[in-house]
């Protein structure tokens, strides 16, 4: 469960979100959908704490990660861990595939080297690549495909165990079949995941979203069901949005 209350942020003297209030139940898949600029990404960034890595950021109001407000905690690491955020573009860190899976579950420790193989193998499978990367788990994973590194990407968050997964756009520089396979993925990750996702994508906002957020100039317009949203959207704003 993570909650919004009153939360506005800034870019210097311009202010991008104001008094968002949301709250996100723990198994549902929530997209974040409205005109470019509106602030999604900045509300994303916001929720794990990578927006004040920008010069002129700030920020007021409160994002309760189960009851605990996440500007409070002194190290934004703790918080980028259990809110972990897969990018538009998929990224490969330069390493071998084992070492982008393992690349957080190091940088926090405590594992033993048995728990690391175990956790190599889970979170592959998970994300539906052990099959196809089984043999090559120490060869650069820059060589995947697009499609695969994006798997690869949510996979390195999914390896530390995140209460909550945000993507920003994940499929926008995907083809149709890596695009189903990453929808595929997020239906079935929904149940041990709190999953909010930004997109362009009409289509797929009804295809996998239980919920829906409409935003626009920094402000949340509506949000409600997936059905309900598209189907009735009760602000005018969504509608002539929803229209076009
Ligand atoms: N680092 C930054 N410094 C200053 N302004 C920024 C910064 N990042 C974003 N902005 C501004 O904040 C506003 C919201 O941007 P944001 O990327 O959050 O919108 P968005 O809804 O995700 O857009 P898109 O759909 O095009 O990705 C825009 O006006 C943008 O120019």
Known sequence: MIEIQDFAASYGEKQILHTINLAFNGSDITAL??????????????????????????????????????????????????????????????????????????????????????????????????QEVKEKLNSPAGQLSGGQLQRLSIGRILAVAPQVLLLDEPCSSLDIKSTQMIEELLLELRSRVTIIIVTHNLAQARRIADKTVFMAEGRVMEHNTTKQLFEQPENPVTQEFLAF
């Not at 605990?68 to 390493?95: C, E, F, H, S, W």
């Open 33 to 130: 959908i409205g005109p470019s600029g509106c602030g999604k990404t900045t509300l994303l960034k916001s929720m794990n704490r990578t927006a004040e890595l920008q010069p002129g950021f700030r920020a007021s109001g409160r994002i309760l990660l189960t009851d605990k407000d996440v500007y409070t905690v002194k190290n934004p690491a703790n918080v980028r861990r259990q809110i972990g955020m897969v990018l538009q573009k998929p990224i490969a860190l330069p390493l071998s595939i084992k070492e982008n899976i393992l690349f957080g579950p190091r940088y926090y420790g405590g594992k033993t080297k048995a728990e690391l193989e175990s956790i190599v193998e889970g979170t592959l499978t998970s994300v539906g690549l052990w």
